[in-house]
């Protein structure tokens, strides 16, 4: 199992394309009049696999070690994944 992209969960729909940071999902949700500003986030924003399921930060900065995408203690943070921690990542 690998991590595909960053993406936002807002009222059971998932948002984000490889590629996005959750900035720009946020950004293109407003845009978009999904939501209004301020994008969501905390627990709303996490990441998607490569089959497709919402994981959070906690549990996609798992996958991302196990699957080679990312080191482990070479992060943003050490208990999350951020997309910024992908740049430059082999992604599903």
Known sequence: MKIKCAA????????????????????????NKVCRCPFPGGPAQGFVTEEGVFVSREDALKIAIAAGQV???????????????????KLA
């Open 71 to 89: 080191k482990e203690g070479q992060t943003c943070h050490k208990d999350r994944l951020f997309s910024e921690d992908l740049r430059g990542a």
């Open 8 to 31: 936002i969960l807002y009222n059971g729909k998932t948002y984000g394309e490889p590629g996005q940071c959750h900035a720009d999902i946020g950004l293109d949700m407003i845009r």
